[in-house]
């Protein structure tokens, strides 16, 4: 038996964004395997394991492919083959021959080195990694193949049919992908119903996904290094992974650690071998009994065989790895502690070795002696909180923590010092003197548990108090033990459903279990057995239960004792005795409109008694009040669980001479999802319905249906081949479903889908006739909400924000066409997104004029203008930058590519001041947002004779309002020394109302038909601007008075280049297929617009929203004559690296161009 193993991670791609975190994966990985994976027996080949890594520039496309098949390709029958990807997950249009396996007409991608860097530069798609992999198992009927994916798209990676910190997915590549173009055999085509249909070969293999098909892979700053969320806590279960750890086992640990980190990325297990065989067939071996601690010359320093693989825990000061040394061990006796000779802690852990420091018999230890060192004490890390906000607030609480562990600072919990803790950080607590309240969320998901504080005498150790809380919560969660003799199977948890009738079914399945309220909305029902298999030893057990509130129960197992006793041999026990106990989302809850609660069933198996009653506590409510708790060592416990359990509540690092007997013990977990959907209500024609807490819905048409809210996990489970269209992904910053709810509960994915069904009449809603939605939730003014949904394979803006001054009030003007979901017909989801723009600092006001820079990374903007000014006038400015944006939002769209330019590139390189420059774009006129413009200028002392360099890049609307100002307003030539005009309608624009522009822009967003997907800030433009009003683009219209008086004005005799995008939308959206009409004809149709811009418009070279034609109409018989450049972007990425700005730069360095 050997073990080949090929391990591919990208931090540095050719083209598509860099990530952070994957080599270090491949880096922990091959350590893992290298010190853990070894012989069982000596008659073992030397070569056993052999491992092959790729990374950043070696992993090609071609160079995976060979890798895959000439390294993994030498696996025999009953070998091990073992392929590991961390990098960019993605997606890519599949050519009909593959349209019967992927429901979205989708393959999900690997994304690789060289994807996309020339026109054959393809991603590793599901169905070449599917063929590669049935190439290996050819002839080899036990071949172990084992496939892990952390990236984005993972959860169907190698399916044979169709998902602040980072996200491991890249946008789609939308090029036309023919069958000949994959690595797959033109001889498994065959004709199924008058359609080539391929039929994939077979090659059954384990799969390890980081997160299901429409989630996001995340990574995140972990112990001072950026890793994947998933391939961190993969490894951290495999610490005390033994050759008997199966993968269901490993797929609920792991499920458990990586919800508990981050929000919304569910690891997959997907099995076309047994989830019960072992992981890499049984190769991995169980960490010592002890290590060998010995003094390394080289080092100068003692060190013990053991490191990170093996689960030695890195030194949290002031605890760290403890250990008790002896002069030998014998693992066929009982350890008696008492017979120690020495002690020792861990002062450096590195992955396959430690430094310690210790004593044996009170003397230094002996060079020229080894011993057996012991784990028993292992540090707990604190939970490490970032503070924000008003620093005198903030005082008390840092006030607190620092004596609050009678009299010393907390060892619970700990502020955030170094920017790599703040980057690691568990929880933020922000002091909010506007709100008047402190509050603490959890820096991940910063919306889903908020506990809030009000400020009073004691506000500041309640605070304290409820970290603590939360510390020793998290703690529990976590509760492992890396150095565990027992296997995997020693002790058994067996969890069972129970229908109406009593029968009572074995939950056998891998990840978490999901449950959900039956139709009388009775909750459901489970027992819970556990079963001692340990051949010769009583165990003691205990099973807790973690809410999602943070409470902390111990079940009852037998005579209301938490913690019983089993008998060995197949001895058993049930929890409550036997009986049938409800998973129960409290009506209090459900009211408010939680629908989804998760628990962690955790169960702790020891050698020795202990009393799991020091680990309850009670929940957290969303309002805070003192939650007491222990602080000091009051318990006094012996063995290294009850120690850990002590600590759990106290923190005291509690080594003592008391201790006898060494006591082993592990933990298994499961999670549990319970659901509970919300009420179901009819809808009339013309009917008003309250839904849930609050929100209204009012049908001003003539359709019916039965409506009710969802959650989008929810709705995700009985829609087939759903997924979130791929513009509307992002972090918590930028985007999120639009919880109506607003419970703020821990794991509660929020209600923000509107689900009909029984849809009658559907197409009556419209503009004059809509649905209104009002929700008792209020918008930030920086968060707008788009309602979408799916219209077969295509995806529809549906409506718009139309009032916020009680809640949000949301109208809907269409429906797209009902579908069929599991279990009804005429059915629709309705889909609500939050959009959120970054206003970098400042609150919206117009006209402004403000300062651009980066800090931090990240881009502030200052409408100081005195201070503007005395930059300007400074004697090092020379060269000035101007930012207008168009008819879309504000600046922010366009300003970050001062300092984002493609191969690090820098428009701010060349100038000395960036400035912007943002106006009111509905109700205020071109001429007069011309007129306030030069105001600002001179305000500034940009006015004429300034004597600097000033140049303006003016995007869609803002080119025209820069042509007033040089070309019709008194001296404004004299102030621009040159004009960049992006996009701008010179012509006129084909758009004529404002709404049908937006809903137009929105729907080919939505379906991802743009060459280059779009950035959020895209859309967040959009909504704001068709939230404000409705009515016509008379100045932008083709003829308009004011285009007709721009023909007219005088030659400003300063030097313009134009940017024309040419490059709208892809070939394959303007293509018939079948008889069918083109995607866009389609499109345009459902939302009402097709004789509006015409699809004569979209056959001529346009930008999307301007045609080539009309963007370069300005006379070219000025002094200088205009440079006209054509662009292979569209209107919304002018600005983007991928998009129009590599050829900016190229005309801002005078490199040659085709004009």
Known sequence: ????????????????????????????????????????????????????????????????????????????????????????????????????????????TLVCHDSRSSSTAWDLADKELGYLIS????????????????????????????????????TADLRERKLADYIVPADAVELVTGEQWYRPPEGKHILLAACRPDELAKERVIEHETRGVFSYHLLTALQSAGPNLTYRSLAKHVNALVRLMVSDQTPQLEAGLSEDQPFLGGTVQKTPLAYTARYDHKLTSWVIDGGTIHGIASQTKPETTTLALFPTLDAATTLDLTQAKGQARVTFVGPAESKIEGTYDGQPLDKRQTYQALVVGTPLSPLVVKFEGDEALLAPIRDDLATINQGVP?????????????????????????????????????????????????????????????????????????????????????????????????????????????????????????????????????????????????????????????????????????????????????????????????????????????????????????????RGDEHGQEDTLSRLMARVGSRAANWGASAKVYSDWYTQDLVVSTMRPQMTRSLGAEDRVVLSNGIRLENKSQMTATVRLMSEPESERSIIGWSIPNWLRGDATQTAPFAMNATRALDDPGLSVLALEEVQNYDKVSQAEPLKLTVPVTLAQNEYVLPFGRDGDLYLPLGRVTNRAAGTEITLERMPDPEQTRSLTNSIRIYFQKVIADTFGLEPKYPRLVMAEQQNDKVVYSDDLQAIENRIKAVETKRILLYIHGIIGETQYMVPSAWDGPEGKRIADQYDLILAFDYENLATGIKETAEALREKLRAVGLGTGHGKTFHIFAHSMGGLVSRWLVEHLDGGNEMVQHLFLFGTPNGGSPWPKVQDYVFGLLTIGLNSLAPVTWPVSAATGLLAFIEKQDKMLDEMAVSSELLEDLAKGRDPNLPYTIFAGNTSIIEAAQQAVDGRPSVIERLLRKVNLHNVAGLAFFNAPNDVAVSVESILTVPDHRTPAPVKVEVACDHMTYFVPTGGLSVLHSVLNDDPLEV
């Open 410 to 630: 907390s060892l619970l919990v700990k502020e955030t010092i170094t920017e790599s803790e703040s980057e690691a950080a568990d929880l933020r607590l922000e002091a909010l003197p506007a709100e008047n309240l402190y509050r603490l969320s959890r820096v991940s998901d910063p919306n889903r548990f908020v506990v809030d504080t009000p400020f009073s005498d004691k506000a500041a150790q309640e605070t304290v108090d409820c970290m603590e809380h939360m510390s020793r919560w998290l703690t529990t969660y976590k509760l492992a033990n890396p150095h565990t003799k027992f296997k995997d199977d020693d002790v058994v948890m067996e969890l069972y459903t129970v229908d109406a009738s009593g029968d009572a079914t074995l939950f056998d399945g891998g990840g978490e279990l999901q449950l959900a309220y039956n139709a009388a909305d009775e909750p459901p029902l489970i027992k819970i057995k556990i079963v001692n298999n340990y051949p010769d030893r009583e165990l003691y057990c205990s099973l807790l239960n973690l809410t999602a509130s943070y409470g902390i129960q111990a079940a009852p197992i037998q005579d209301n004792n938490n913690v019983i006793n089993i008998p060995a041999g197949g001895g058993e026990a049930w929890v409550v005795g036997g009986e049938s106990f409800p998973m129960i989302i409290p009506d209090e809850k459900w009211q408010a409109g939680v629908t989804e609660i998760k628990d962690l069933f955790k169960l702790i198996v020891s050698t020795t008694d202990f009393d799991a009653g020091l680990l309850e506590q009670s929940a957290l409510m969303t309002t805070v009040r003192a939650t007491g708790g222990v």
């Open 1 to 108: 038996m050997k073990v080949y193993a090929l391990l591919v991670g990208i931090n540095e791609y050719a083209v598509v964004r860099d990530l952070s975190g994957c080599v270090q994966d491949v880096q922990r990985m091959t350590e893992f395997l290298q010190a853990r994976v070894i012989p069982p027996e000596t008659a073992y080949p030397d070569d056993f394991l052999q491992i092959k890594t790729l990374t950043n520039a070696e992993a090609t496309r071609s160079a995976i492919i060979e890798a895959f098949q000439t390294h993994l390709g030498q696996a025999g029958d009953g070998d091990v083959a073992f392929f590991y990807y961390s990098g960019h997950g993605s997606e890519e249009n599949a050519p009909p021959e593959f349209w019967h396996l992927a429901p979205t007409r989708r393959n999900q």
């Open 135 to 170: 190439q290996l198992a050819q002839g080899k009927a036990n071949l172990h193949t084992l496939v892990i994916l952390d990236s984005c798209h993972s959860g169907s990676g190698t399916r044979d049919f169709s998902e602040d910190g980072g996200v491991r997915m890249e």
